[in-house]
């Protein structure tokens, strides 16, 4: 198998874990061992450790905070397991994850399947997606539909004031996806 690195990016609420879900269980199927990731900070839906879609799609995941534990937990099921491929859900919220998925893909000849946010609500591109992106095989640009108007939104808006943080964890009680029109920046 040729590894491919894959992203699926864009706004909040355009289905990009739910892809990554369903390219974890596509490759399970067709007999790959996989093991999959997300941010311990990603506490929206649950504790433990589990990738979960807003419409509670799920599968069992390692929670780690940089990309060293990533290569590390790596080493330790590859030489359980001899592991296939590797699944990122929300990237952008680890540190240094493009050094590790890079270490994976072309050192190491992995399959890297990755669901983010490419730009903050500020339209700031995290940084280290941006990276990626320049890596990837295939990229999936997934969209949203923006609640104003019905059309393709591709723009994650905050909807409270008084936070600045390029990263902070939460759902639609925070954020909803807006097209370019209807897009407002209500902290800048």
Known sequence: MVPELVLYVGPMFSGKSTRLVRKVNRCKIGGKNVISFKPAMD??????GYIVTHDDTHTECFLITKGEQLIKIFDQEFDKNNVDCVAIDEGFMIDDIA???IELFYNRKVSVYISSLDL?????????????????????KCK?????????ASYTMRKVTGNNSQITVGGSELYEPRCLTHYTNLNI
């Open 43 to 48: 506490n929206r839906y649950t504790t433990d």
């Open 99 to 101: 050094a590790a998925v």
């Open 120 to 140: 903050s609500f500020s339209l700031t591109p995290f940084e280290e997606i941006a990276t990626l992106l320049t890596h990837a095989t295939k990229v999936k």
């Open 144 to 152: 949203a539909i923006c609640p104003t108007c019905g059309e393709n």
